[in-house]
């Protein structure tokens, strides 16, 4: 298991890419992949790499926060441990609910957890 550590640095960037993403201009509404932007990307030492936007619903107004986690570790790719996903989902503000019933490792090694904004 890769241990995850949120130092204040570790915050403080997460603090950066939730308030970039959340911002109205910056939410996404088209195809481009917020994993292929800096300003939607973190990487928490150890290997963690954390991708997080705010995604339009298929109602209008209606939005989606999106935090896909995946962790480099030796061999390969990996998901996180629940635990260190409970952590990080906590940091971008996402509510107990989401942390209990949302999380759903894909194909990639990547755990999604999604919530309505």
Same mark, same amino acid.
């Given at each position: 298991? *890769?241990? +995850?550590?949120?130092?204040?640095?570790?915050?403080? &960037?997460? #603090?950066?890419?939730?308030?970039? #993403? &959340?911002? +109205? &201009?910056?939410?996404? *509404?088209?195809?481009?992949?917020?994993g292929d932007t800096a300003f939607h990307t973190m990487v928490i030492p150890m290997g963690f790499r954390v991708v997080y936007s705010v995604d339009a619903g298929r109602k209008p107004g209606v939005w989606f926060r999106h935090l896909s986690v995946s962790v480099e570790a030796t061999g390969g790719r990996t998901v996180p441990s629940s635990l260190a996903m409970q952590e990080i989902i906590a940091l971008f503000g996402f509510t107990p609910a989401a942390r209990c019933g949302t999380l759903e490792p894909d194909p990639m090694w990547v755990i999604h957890a999604i919530e309505e904004l």
């Open positions: 298991m *890769t241990p +995850l550590i949120i130092s204040p640095e570790v915050a403080a &960037e997460a #603090a950066r890419v939730r308030g970039y #993403a &959340e911002l +109205l &201009e910056n939410r996404r *509404t088209g195809e481009v992949s917020p």
